[in-house]
C-alpha cells in the first residue's frame, strides 16, 4: 500500500509538471502575440530567451518519467499515463517553439508600419490556446470526451488558416515593397495552425491514456 502510494504521489506529481510547463509555453504564445501587435521588440526577446526553461522543464519530465519507469516497473494502465505525459510534454515543447518562431518573425518585421491593423491573427490564436487550456484539462481529468471536443475545433482554426493566407497573398501584388511584411505574417499564421495541431496531438494522447487506443482525430 505504500508502494502504491508512493507511486500515485508520483504520477501526479509528473502530471502536474506537466500541467506548469503547458502554463509557461501558453504565456510564452501570448507574449510572442503581443510582441507582433504591438512591434515590440524587447517582449520578442523575453520569448526567445524563455524558451530554454520551458526546455528544461521538458528535460525534467522525461528524466521522472524514465525514472518511474525503471524503478516501479508500472502496469499498463500506469505505463499509459507515464507514455501520455511524456508525449503531451513533447507536444507543448514544440508549442513553445511556435511562440518563439513568431517572436523572430516580429523581429524580422521590425518597426514597420502594417499593411492592415493585426486583429483576425489574433482572433485565431485565441482559439488555439482555448483549445490548448482544453486539451491540458482533459489530460490532467483523463477526460476524453473533452479532448474529442477540444479536437473538434482545430476545423476552425484551419479554416482561419486558409482564408488569411490567401488574403495576405493577394497584398503583395499590391504592395510588392511590403513582400517581407507579408510573408513573416503569413508565417505567424502557419505557425498558430501548427500550436493547433500540436493541441490536437494531446487530445489524441488523452484518448491513448483513457482507452489505451490511438485515434488520428486529424483525419
Known sequence: MVTRTFFDNNLKELKEKVLHMGDEAKKAVILSMESLVEQDSDKAQAVIAGDNKIDHMDEEINEQAILLIAKEAPVATDLRKIIAALRVSSEIERIADMAVN???????????????????????????????????????????????????????????????????????????????????????CRYIERIGDHTTNIAENVIYLVTGKNYDLNA
Open 102 to 188: 513568431i517572436a523572430k518573425s516580429t523581429l524580422h518585421i521590425g518597426g514597420e508600419k502594417y499593411i492592415k491593423e493585426i486583429i483576425e491573427i489574433p482572433k485565431m490564436l485565441e482559439i488555439s490556446l482555448e483549445m490548448l487550456t482544453d486539451s491540458l484539462t482533459s489530460f490532467y481529468a483523463e477526460d476524453a470526451h473533452l479532448a474529442k471536443k477540444c479536437a473538434q475545433r482545430d476545423d476552425e482554426v484551419d479554416e482561419m488558416y486558409g482564408r488569411l493566407i490567401k488574403e495576405l497573398m493577394g497584398y503583395i501584388p499590391q504592395k510588392p515593397t511590403a513582400t517581407n511584411q507579408i510573408t513573416q505574417l503569413a508565417f505567424v
